[in-house]
């Protein structure tokens, strides 16, 4: 599989706080992707940052930001902006305010087609619209276009965010938490439609979420984030089966997974919340909440393999956990 | 949407009604009006003679009554002083008054919500700063003072305008600068603050996802949001301004209904008096209905509610 996104030693800082500290991301072409971590982590600035979504006073700097095998970070605002929408979609956690209130649907559809294939007629537009509408499994696409998003439910309003982020067909679709704000039988619906969206157009998804049931659903790899750094990344199967970081072990000792987890067993939980990093900290951000810390953790910290395509950030040897099962 | 209109305009009859009474009585207020009528000099016969010619020595109920049912089929009675009726003085000068409202609407719209869109967008910075100021200094700048100014610089000093007077288009530039003033900071102030809450929101953000052009991101999606208010204060403003026209009016001499106004304030002309005030507040009255209606064609929400 080809590399579509690479990110390494991303860093975002909002004056004196950073939020992302050097994290490094590979998305494959086709494949998707989810990035997890707690609420702060900086899983969604690392998201608006490959998308040069960030504010304005935000600060962004990486060793390597491509797309495509094209350099995005000395990229103008224009260029950036020739991207998205184009090759590059994003749709957000937000599906009740994420459209505009005083546009039709369709309005806001075909703006995305006719502003990247200037070429495009309306009626093309329109065409794309419906057909997009239907494949993200609204009924009625045809009158659809013509309403406004106070008319429609949440769900629909994200299905309506995925169809105009899918008008051009774009190489990678980011989604932060596309699900979260939504009512549980629709989550299902919505994460289903993404995995046959990826399936059928080949599309790679980066999928940000903290939800690591979603995780274990649709996933082909994960990034685990801890405090603005990507602490360990594998394929899921490995990363569930073997988890090398103390982190991802303390994430999954907190869900119940059925036929790991007994009856009357307690899940686990992690100690202490996810710390503010000063500028000019040092070595491992999770030290203060790992029961293995150790004093070599306050220096740099090692990237280590641990299988095929499988890294973690972590002082600890590879093999370290072999004797400890998850949830000890 | 329907009923919403019709309660509007319910409410906008009960204000003319209101407005109808006030006006009324606050004439009846100001003082025996068959001594101002008839001057210093007149004889006890004289101002029981204009008592009884204008109907003054009637109860005020029978008065009141009199001059609704006629003002309720445009018949405002006949100005002592013009020798006229006063529904051809006010049919003569409201074009005159209206011109020069549009014109100012016109600039202030013209500079206003550019304004505030460019404060919005460079929010805290010292171009928002500047803009925030010419705002406050043109809110607290007195209008005949303004007007002063301007005929002393344009008009004599540059001799770009004419001074006073109602003859050409020309004669309503000054005027209607003078007028914008009021309106501007207002427009401005709105502009900015609904395109900052506009600027920060959700679907801004989907917008600059999508890729679009930062005029697109910042008119289309930004400033159609934040125009929703400007729009409906725009049309209140228009009629604060026909109605607060009467001071320009009387500086530069442009004999609009504001003129009028003053003219026959000064002379206790009151069928005249009455009158104005009536048609400036019936204005009013519909350019806040006019705002109502403007809101519902803009929101789509309020639209199909």
Known sequence: MSALLEVAGLHVRFGEVAAVRGASLVVARGETHCLVGESGCGKSVTALAVMGLLARGARRAAERLAFAGQDLRDLSDRAMSRLRGDRMAMIFQEPMTSLNPSYTIGSQMTEVLRRHRPGATRAQAVDRAVELLGRVGITAPGMRLGQYPHQLSGGLRQRVMIAMALMCEPELLIADEPTTALDVTVQAQILRLLAGLQRDLGLAILLITHDLGIVARVAHRVSVMYAGEVVESAPTAALFAAPRHPYTRGLLSCVPVPGKVRRDQPLGSIPGVVPRIPPGFAGCAFRDRCAHARAECSGDVPRRAAGPEHEFLCTLAPDWARAEPVAA | ?305
């Open chain 2, 1 to 305: 949407m329907a009923r919403f209109l019709l309660r509007r305009l319910v409410v906008a009859l009960l204000v003319a009604a209101t407005v109808m009474t006030v006006s009324f009585l606050l004439t009846r207020l100001s003082g025996d009006l068959a001594i101002s009528i008839a001057g210093p000099n007149a004889t006890q016969e004289d101002v029981d003679l204009i008592r009884r010619a204008y109907g003054l020595d009637r109860p005020l109920w029978v008065q009141y009554l009199d001059w609704m049912g006629r003002a309720l089929t445009g018949d405002f009675g006949e100005s002592y002083f013009f020798k006229d009726r006063v529904s051809n003085l006010i049919a003569e000068r409201l074009p005159v008054t209206v011109s020069l409202g549009l014109v100012g609407l016109g600039i202030a719209l013209a500079v206003g919500p550019p304004l505030g869109i460019v404060a919005a967008v460079r929010e805290n910075t010292w171009v928002d700063r500047a803009v925030m100021l010419v705002a406050l200094i043109g809110q607290a700048m007195p209008s005949f003072w303004l007007g002063l100014i301007l005929m002393i610089v344009l008009g004599l000093n540059l001799g770009w305008l004419p001074i006073s007077g109602t003859g050409s288009w020309e004669h309503y530039v000054m005027p209607g600068i003078v007028l914008s003033f009021s309106a501007i900071p207002s427009l401005m102030r709105l502009t900015r603050s609904g395109m900052i809450d506009a600027l920060a929101s959700d679907y801004i953000r989907t917008a600059r996802a999508k890729g679009l052009s930062r005029l697109s991101i910042l008119v289309k999606h930004g400033f159609r949001n934040a125009a929703i208010p400007v729009v409906s204060i725009a049309a209140v403003q228009l009629g604060f301004m026909l109605g607060g026209s009467i001071v320009i009016e009387t500086v530069f001499a442009l004999h609009g209904v504001g003129f009028l106004a003053w003219e026959s304030i000064s002379k206790n002309d009151f069928p005249v008096v009455q009158a104005v005030v009536l048609v400036l507040a019936l204005i009013y009255v519909g350019l806040t209905l006019l705002a109502d209606l403007l809101n519902a064609v803009l929101d789509p929400r309020l639209r199909t509610a």
